[in-house]
């Protein structure tokens, strides 16, 4: 069967970035906009003046890696060209990146590609514009990240719950433990551990990439989330590539995030447990599941939610390092790839970018939460 | 004399105390925390035994880490293949010094097999002998024949074509019994097959993959408690500060700590290491930053609730200085749950340390370090599955040892948790 039937052809002629950011972002900013116009005062002021503090927020972070990357000694122009550049040549390239302009003009120049999203062209490989390796790069992160992130949830949320209903048994005693060792191995080496046993032993599974060479060669890329492409261009053999290519990694990041989420869960639906309101539940004669995940979970949530929109930078930490173990074409190996040949315009616009995206997860934690909770607000 | 002045209760309670073993005082607390107080003792014994190896590598690791021992990708527990001499049971012959013949008699001839680094040895041990012997009318000097295989060596001893043969022991052993009346002599480079193996292999260059891990538990640790401990001597004096003074300074520190906290650490440190290059120290100070704000915002908010307490109204009002408050009454509040995190900070430094170490960054290369341990070794995870799976477990049951010592003590401590 072939990808033909029900191609797209193409609808939309623009960067996958742009898309994403259509697809997450109209909805978003239409939840936003309802929330705000229907929205009490109250909640208007307290919306408002959280999305004044993530500007600070990215910018004082961004400032951040500019200084580390330009004030700190270590020359970025000498060390990419190694012992091959000459002066000449090293002196070239500074006057072209503008590193011999003064610190204050840099920084404007800096905070200009922030607001414009336009980074550069790269030093190295092609010299391609940042912003289009980005867009390649970013969904594929995505694509990683966000399931990873629900079977974290799915496993540390009820996996707390199970935990804290019995409590100082055998069952509270194991899910800890188990939250304490999946924290404390390192996550690269859980990778490889499952490349070891499910790619190279068991031969299951494909331990790198993010699809088959030849599944590969038919996959219009849309949005570059690959199963989403697959899935709106009715590719199946591409999509069960995918999928199956997704498996590894995604188990490895979410494994090692549910840890953090068991412990979170598990502390906070003890804490609910000793509220009156449970108390009287259990006096009213409710069943205790019902009394431990009806009534202590739903209000235990909402704290929860907080602690791991928190976890956002575990996450993409942890991305970082599953995206090499995996050659992951996403943002973390873009990351390191860029690190290894010096390239530190790039460097610098990736780890802006991940200040974005953690400062605007944050943002949507906050209001969701906000709207949860009303005694946020005030 | 001085115990008859004192009083007899004394002395009685002094006996009595003597009865009691450790073991009796330790159970016969006040309070019993059951499971918890055993994950912080299990946890507390195996962090002082990481601190001791850490210490002192050198008892316990039998090689050095740096130098090639053996040879390169033994498995664990399996013996180094070893030059050995085989010659058929009749002959005689066992060691190399067998070979020896009187000056100007025919060379006695020896199979080796093809492709195989025996030939070198042999050429290497009998040159040496030979020198040893010149001047008492004898030689040794075999004439060395090339076989394709293993088997065709073994079956020229056999046919007579050649006196002996030498080959790799571990090859041999495999094929032994088809060859009955060939026995297996000594080793032509003096060591013996039952020398025994590296208990966890060896890697590409024959480094021995056990001392490797015994010396990297030092690197983990200086890297975990320095980087910690610079974080707590700046995280906390900030947050005691911001807390105590409050105001738009707090807000401001605040706003900054918050961004670095909610930003993932490793790429911060990658940045940071990325420019500075190289070494240990540089290390220590990428992952420090990343830790400021987490004792930063625990001791801010301790500070903040400690202030409203009554004793610290109480000290004010009899006229005690800031200062006094806040080195006096506010920081012994604080420094508990310092202690806690720092426990788990560490654990938590030491993680991305080796995340560091195994992206290529922070440590020089030639560090036994357990990161770059498991970065070589990923580039022959086909073969070797060894190198990458040990040092990976290293690293976690240290940084469990430390986790699980923060843990069990936060349950303890927290009074959230306690039951009603």
Redesign the interface.
């Known amino acids: 069967m072939g990808s033909s039937g029900l191609t797209l052809r193409y609808p939309l002629a623009m960067s996958p970035l742009a898309l994403i950011f259509l697809i997450i972002g109209v909805p978003a900013l239409t939840g936003l906009i309802y929330v705000f116009v229907r929205g009490s005062a109250g909640l208007r002021r307290y919306i408002l003046a959280r999305i004044a503090l993530t500007v600070p927020m990215v910018l004082i972070l961004g400032t951040l890696v500019f200084l580390i990357l330009r004030v700190i000694p270590g020359d970025p122009v000498s060390s990419a060209l190694g012992p091959k550049g000459s002066p000449e040549t090293v002196a070239r390239l500074k006057e072209q990146l503008g590193l011999n302009d003064p610190l204050a003009v840099q920084y404007a120049h800096f905070l200009g590609s922030i607001v414009t999203f336009d980074f550069g062209n790269s030093l190295t490989g092609g010299h391609r514009p940042i912003i289009d390796e980005m867009s390649e790069r970013f969904p594929a992160t995505l694509e990683l990240v966000t399931p990873a992130a629900i079977l974290a949830l799915v496993i540390g949320v009820f996996g707390g719950a199970w935990a804290a209903s019995r409590r100082k048994r055998t069952t509270d005693y194991s899910m800890r433990i188990y939250s304490v060792v999946i924290y404390s191995l390192p996550i690269f080496w859980l990778g490889l551990m499952f490349q070891l046993l499910f790619g190279l032993r068991l031969h299951w599974l494909p331990i790198a990439s993010r699809i088959d060479g030849v599944a590969g060669t038919t996959l219009h890329h849309i949005t570059n989330i690959y199963s989403l492409d697959a899935l709106l261009t009715g590719n199946w053999v591409a999509l069960k590539s995918v999928l199956l290519h997704m498996v590894l990694p995604t188990l490895t990041l979410g494994l090692v995030l549910s840890g953090v989420f068991v412990r979170l869960t598990r502390i906070n639906v003890i804490e609910t447990m000793q509220q009156d309101y449970i108390e009287a539940a259990r006096a009213r004669g409710i069943h205790e599941r019902v009394v431990v995940y009806g009534h202590a979970l739903k209000n235990a949530m909402i704290p929860v939610i907080t602690l791991i929109g928190l976890q956002v930078a575990i996450l993409l930490a942890g991305a970082v390092l599953t995206e090499t173990v995996f050659s992951w074409p996403g943002m973390g190996s873009y990351l390191v790839e860029r690190i290894s040949s010096r390239d530190y315009t790039a460097v610098q616009s990736v780890i802006v970018m991940f200040a974005m995206f953690v400062a605007l997860i944050s943002l949507a934690v906050d209001i969701v939460y906000s709207l949860v909770d009303p005694r946020v607000r005030y | 004399m001085t115990t008859e002045t004192r009083p007899d209760y004394e002395q009685e309670w002094r006996e009595n105390l003597e009865k009691v073993g450790i073991v009796r005082r330790m159970l016969s607390g006040r309070k019993w925390f059951?499971?918890d107080w055993w994950l912080v003792a299990i946890s507390a014994v195996m962090v002082l035994a990481f601190i001791i190896i850490g210490i002192f590598p050198g008892w316990f690791a039998p090689y050095s880490p740096d130098i090639p021992v053996g040879p390169g990708f033994l498995a664990p527990g399996a013996s180094p293949a070893l030059p050995v001499l085989v010659s058929l049971s009749t002959s005689g012959i066992t060691e190399l010094s067998d070979l020896e013949t009187p000056s100007g008699a025919p060379r006695p001839e020896v199979g080796v097999v093809k492709g195989v680094p025996t030939a070198q040895a042999l050429n290497e041990q009998a040159r040496e002998l030979n020198s040893q012997l010149s001047g008492t009318g004898k030689e040794l000097r075999p004439r060395i024949v090339r076989f394709d295989t293993l088997e065709e060596a073994l079956q020229g001893v056999v046919d007579g074509t050649v006196l002996a043969a030498v080959v790799q022991s571990n090859e041999y052993e495999a094929v032994a019994g088809d060859f009955p009346t060939v026995v297996e002599g000594k080793s032509v480079t003096g060591g013996t097959a039952s020398q025994g193996g590296f208990i966890l292999g060896t890697n590409r260059i024959g480094q021995d993959v056990f001392s490797r891990l015994i010396w990297g538990t030092r690197i983990a640790l200086i890297v975990g408690f320095s980087a910690s401990l610079v974080a707590l001597f700046l995280g906390v004096p900030i947050g005691l500060f911001a807390g105590f003074v409050g105001g738009k300074l707090d807000r401001f520190i605040g706003?900054?700590m918050?961004?670095?906290?909610?930003?993932?650490?490793?790429?911060?440190a990658?940045?940071?290491t990325?420019?500075?290059?190289p070494s240990v120290l540089n290390v220590i100070v990428a992952i420090a930053v990343l830790y400021i704000p987490t004792y930063y915002r625990i001791v801010r908010g301790q500070t903040l609730s400690v202030k409203e307490e009554t004793y610290i109204e109480a000290a004010r009002s009899i006229g005690a200085r800031r200062r006094e408050i806040l080195t006096k009454y506010i920081y012994p509040n604080v420094i508990p749950s310092v202690a806690i995190i720092f426990s788990v900070n560490v654990?938590d430094a030491i993680?991305t340390g080796?995340?560091l170490s195994?992206?290529?960054?922070g440590l020089p290369p030639d560090i036994a370090d357990w990161?770059i341990d498991?970065a070589q070794g990923?580039l022959v995870?086909?073969s070797a599955?060894w190198l990458?799976?040990f040092?990976?477990l290293a690293?976690?049951m240290v940084?469990?040892a430390f986790?699980?010592m923060g843990?069990g003590l936060m349950e303890i401590f927290?009074p959230?948790?306690r039951?009603?």
């Open positions: 059951g499971v706003v900054i918050d961004s670095l906290y909610s930003f993932p650490g490793l790429i911060l990658i940045a940071i990325a420019v500075l290059g654990a993680l080796a995340g195994f992206l290529g960054l990161g498991i990923r995870i086909q599955w990458i799976t040092p990976g690293i976690m940084v469990l986790t699980m843990e927290n959230k948790l039951e009603r």
